[in-house]
C-alpha cells in the first residue's frame, strides 16, 4: 500500500491485554494544574522499567472539571491491577497531594474500584474529613496551603498497551518532524496516551539480548547505523526511525489513533523525507491484538 | 393510573398512626383490602374508611389530602414511590424511611425524618423539633438521604445525625447539629443558640455568623474548593442552596468538649 508517495508496510502491531485507569487532577490554574500532571506522568514511559505508563489525554475546562476549576486527565495504564493500584497511590501521594492547589477526582466509572484517596487521608493525622456528596465519597485533608481535595476511588478497566507504528526517513530530523505531526494529531483523540518522550520512542527494542541478565534490547533490525552487520530491515535511503506507542482503552481507540497519526504525516508526502511506514511486532505470538497497518488506513474516520 | 387518595373526612381528635399506609405496605391490595386496613384513633381501632375517603389505583403514588398534624408516622420505612401530602403531617413523618419521596406541601410536627435512611424528603413549611433526630432510646438519628426545608426548622435539628443531607431554607432553632455525627446541614436563615453543640463530626453550613458557645474553635476564613462541590449536588433539591456561589468560608471547629471535629462553614456573602 502506498498512500503520498509513502509505502505503508504489510505489517501489524502487537498490543498487549493492560489495565488502566483514569484521574482527573485540577488546581486554581492549568498551569498548576499540569505541574501535578507532569509530575504524576514522569517516569511513566513503559512498564519495563517504571511499573506503568501514564500520560496527560486531555484538559478539562472549569465548565466540565468536577469542582469548576481548570484541569486535566490522566490515564495510567499497568500490566496488573495490583501494580497499578501501588503506583496510583504512591503517584498520587508524592506528586498530586504535594502539589499546591491540586485536586483529584475519579476518571472513569467501573466496577473495579481502586483507591485514590482512601488511604491518602491518613496524612491527615485524624484532622482529614470525608463528605459523601452525590453519592462519592470525598477526602479533605488539611495541608499548608489550605485543603486537598480528593474522591476517594476511582476506576479500573481492561485496556490494551503497545499499540504502535514506525516511521522510516531519510534523516533524523525528517523522522522527528513527521513524529511531531502524527503526535499533534493524535493527542486530540479520547482514550489514548503516547508515554514516550514527546510521545515519540526512538530505542525501540526486541525481545532478549546476548546479555543473559537483559530481556529486551535495542532493536538492531531498524538500526540505521548497524545496517551492514545485522539482517536489517531499512534499504539504503533510511537513515533514522521514529516510533510512536500508543495505549488505549480499547482496539478501536488505538486503530483510530493509529490511522490518525499514520493520515498526518502521509498528509506531508515523501517530499518531506519519509519513505516508509511499519510496525513493531514479535511475530504474533505474544500479544494477542494485532494492529493491521493497512486495514488500520482503511477504516472510514467516525 | 391517578394517585391512590386517601382524603381525610373529618378533623381527628387523636393522633394516629398511619404506618400502614406506604406505597410498599398498599402493593397489589385492592380497594376493599386497604379500606379494612386498621388504624388506631386513641384506643379505638379504626378502619382506614371510616377516617378517608379512598380514590384512585395507582398504589406507587400516594396522595393524602386535607392532611393535618393528628397523621403521624406518615411514609414510615417506606422503600419505593411517592407520597403527596396536601395539608400539614404529624410526628415522625418518613420514620426510618428507606427510600421513596414524600412532598408535604404543608408543616409538620417533631421528629420528621427521624431515623430516616434514604430517599428524599420536601417540607414546603416549617417543621418542629429534631428534624432528622433519633426516636428515643437510639443513638443515631438520620442515616442518609436528603431532607429539604423550604420554611424553618425546630431545635435540634439533625441530632445525633450519622449521614445525609439537610437544608433548610429559612431559619433553624436552638441547638441546630446537637451530637451530630456526621452528614452535612446546610441551613440559608439564622439559627439559634447552641449550634454545633456536642458536635462529633460533619458539617453545618450557615450563611449568617450565629453566636457559638466557646468550645467552638475558630479556625480563619478559608477559599474551600470542595464547597463547589457541594453547591452543585443542592442543585437537584434547592435552587436557593444551588445559587450560593462563594467559596470563601469562616471555619468553627468543635465541639472541643466532644470529638470536636465538626466543622460550622459560615459563607462569605
Same mark, same amino acid.
Given at each position: @500500500?502506498? /498512500?503520498?508517495?509513502?509505502?505503508?508496510?504489510?505489517?501489524?502491531? &502487537?498490543?498487549?491485554?493492560?489495565?488502566?485507569?483514569?484521574?482527573? /487532577?485540577?488546581?486554581?490554574?492549568?498551569?498548576?494544574?499540569?505541574? =501535578? =500532571?507532569?509530575?504524576?506522568?514522569?517516569? %511513566?514511559?513503559?512498564?519495563?522499567?517504571? #511499573?506503568? &505508563?501514564?500520560?496527560?489525554?486531555?484538559?478539562?475546562?472549569?465548565?466540565?472539571?468536577?469542582?469548576?476549576?481548570?484541569?486535566?486527565?490522566?490515564? @495510567?495504564?499497568?500490566?496488573?491491577?495490583?501494580?497499578?493500584?501501588?503506583?496510583?497511590?504512591?503517584? @498520587?501521594?508524592?506528586? $498530586?497531594?504535594?502539589?499546591?492547589?491540586?485536586? %483529584?477526582?475519579?476518571? /472513569? %466509572?467501573?466496577?473495579?474500584?481502586?483507591?485514590?484517596?482512601?488511604?491518602?487521608?491518613?496524612?491527615?493525622?485524624?484532622?482529614?474529613?470525608?463528605?459523601?456528596?452525590? #453519592?462519592?465519597? *470525598?477526602?479533605?485533608?488539611?495541608?499548608m496551603d489550605g485543603e486537598f481535595l480528593c474522591e476517594e476511588s476511582t476506576g479500573m478497566v481492561r485496556a490494551i498497551g503497545g499499540g504502535n507504528f514506525l516511521i522510516l526517513a531519510t534523516s533524523q530530523s525528517a523522522a522527528l518532524a513527521a513524529a511531531e505531526v502524527a503526535i499533534a494529531a493524535m493527542q486530540r483523540l479520547p482514550n489514548? /496516551?503516547?508515554?514516550?518522550? #514527546?510521545?515519540?520512542?526512538?530505542?525501540?527494542?526486541?525481545?532478549?539480548?546476548? *546479555?543473559?541478565?537483559?530481556?529486551?534490547?535495542?532493536?538492531? %533490525?531498524?538500526?540505521?547505523?548497524?545496517?551492514?552487520?545485522?539482517?536489517?530491515?531499512?534499504?539504503?535511503?533510511?537513515?533514522? $526511525?521514529?516510533?510512536?506507542?500508543?495505549?488505549?482503552?480499547?482496539?478501536?481507540?488505538?486503530?483510530?489513533? @493509529?490511522?490518525?497519526?499514520?493520515?498526518?504525516?502521509?498528509a506531508l508526502g515523501s517530499a518531506s523525507g519519509v519513505k516508509r511506514i511499519s510496525a513493531g511486532n514479535y511475530g504474533g505470538k505474544l500479544g494477542p491484538h494485532h494492529f493491521k497497518l493497512h486495514a488500520i488506513m482503511e477504516i472510514e474516520k467516525p | 393510573m391517578s394517585a391512590l387518595t386517601f382524603s381525610l373526612k373529618k378533623p381527628l381528635q387523636f393522633a394516629i398512626n398511619c404506618a400502614a399506609l406506604t406505597p410498599d405496605a398498599l402493593a397489589n391490595l385492592t380497594l376493599n383490602e386497604i379500606a379494612a386496613i386498621t388504624l388506631y384513633h386513641g384506643k379505638q381501632a379504626v378502619r382506614v374508611d371510616e377516617l378517608f375517603d379512598i380514590s384512585g389505583h395507582d398504589s406507587a403514588s400516594l396522595r393524602f389530602l386535607n392532611a393535618t398534624q393528628q397523621l403521624d408516622y406518615l411514609g414510615a420505612n417506606m422503600r419505593s414511590g411517592r407520597i403527596d401530602i396536601s395539608g400539614n403531617a404529624g410526628a415522625y413523618l418518613g420514620f426510618g424511611m428507606k427510600g421513596g419521596e414524600i412532598h408535604c406541601l404543608g408543616n409538620t410536627q417533631d421528629l420528621a425524618a427521624c431515623n430516616m435512611q434514604n430517599g428524599l424528603m420536601v417540607i414546603h413549611g416549617n417543621t418542629g423539633d429534631f428534624l432528622g433526630g433519633a426516636a428515643a432510646g437510639l443513638r443515631k438519628g438520620m442515616l442518609g438521604g436528603t431532607v429539604v426545608v423550604k420554611g424553618h426548622a425546630g431545635d435540634r435539628v439533625g441530632d445525633q445525625m450519622r449521614r445525609g443531607l439537610i437544608l433548610i431554607e429559612g431559619n433553624a432553632g436552638d441547638y441546630c447539629a446537637s451530637r451530630m455525627l456526621a452528614g452535612t446541614i446546610g441551613v440559608l436563615g439564622k439559627v439559634g443558640a447552641y449550634a454545633g453543640f456536642s458536635m462529633h463530626r460533619g458539617t453545618l453550613l450557615l450563611t449568617a455568623q450565629p453566636y457559638l458557645h466557646p468550645t467552638m474553635q475558630a479556625c480563619g476564613s478559608h477559599t474551600l474548593p470542595f464547597l463547589n462541590l457541594l453547591f452543585k449536588s443542592f442543585a437537584p433539591y434547592s435552587q436557593a442552596f444551588a445559587s450560593l456561589k462563594s467559596l470563601r468560608a469562616a471555619r468553627w471547629l468543635g465541639d472541643a468538649a466532644n470529638k470536636g471535629m465538626g466543622e460550622i462553614l459560615v459563607i462569605s456573602k
Open positions: @500500500m502506498i /498512500i503520498n508517495g509513502i509505502q505503508i508496510d504489510d505489517t501489524f502491531a &502487537e498490543a498487549f491485554n493492560m489495565r488502566a485507569t483514569r484521574v482527573i /487532577i485540577t488546581a486554581q490554574n492549568l498551569k498548576w494544574a499540569y505541574h =501535578a =500532571a507532569h509530575a504524576m506522568t514522569g517516569f %511513566a514511559t513503559s512498564v519495563i522499567g517504571c #511499573g506503568v &505508563e501514564a500520560g496527560i489525554e486531555a484538559e478539562i475546562s472549569s465548565e466540565l472539571s468536577p469542582d469548576g476549576r481548570p484541569g486535566v486527565s490522566i490515564l @495510567m495504564f499497568a500490566m496488573g491491577s495490583k501494580v497499578l493500584m501501588q503506583q496510583l497511590e504512591t503517584r @498520587m501521594g508524592q506528586c $498530586v497531594l504535594t502539589c499546591p492547589t491540586a485536586a %483529584a477526582f475519579a476518571g /472513569i %466509572a467501573s466496577d473495579e474500584p481502586i483507591n485514590l484517596g482512601k488511604n491518602l487521608r491518613f496524612f491527615g493525622d485524624g484532622f482529614q474529613t470525608s463528605k459523601l456528596i452525590g #453519592g462519592k465519597r *470525598y477526602w479533605r485533608v488539611p495541608v489514548v /496516551i503516547m508515554p514516550f518522550p #514527546g510521545g515519540v520512542v526512538r530505542s525501540g527494542s526486541k525481545v532478549g539480548s546476548r *546479555y543473559a541478565a537483559m530481556f529486551a534490547s535495542t532493536n538492531d %533490525a531498524f538500526c540505521p547505523t548497524l545496517k551492514g552487520v545485522t539482517q536489517t530491515e531499512l534499504s539504503s535511503d533510511i537513515e533514522s $526511525v521514529m516510533e510512536i506507542v500508543i495505549d488505549g482503552l480499547s482496539f478501536d481507540d488505538i486503530a483510530l489513533a @493509529m490511522h490518525t497519526g499514520i493520515a498526518a504525516i502521509c | -
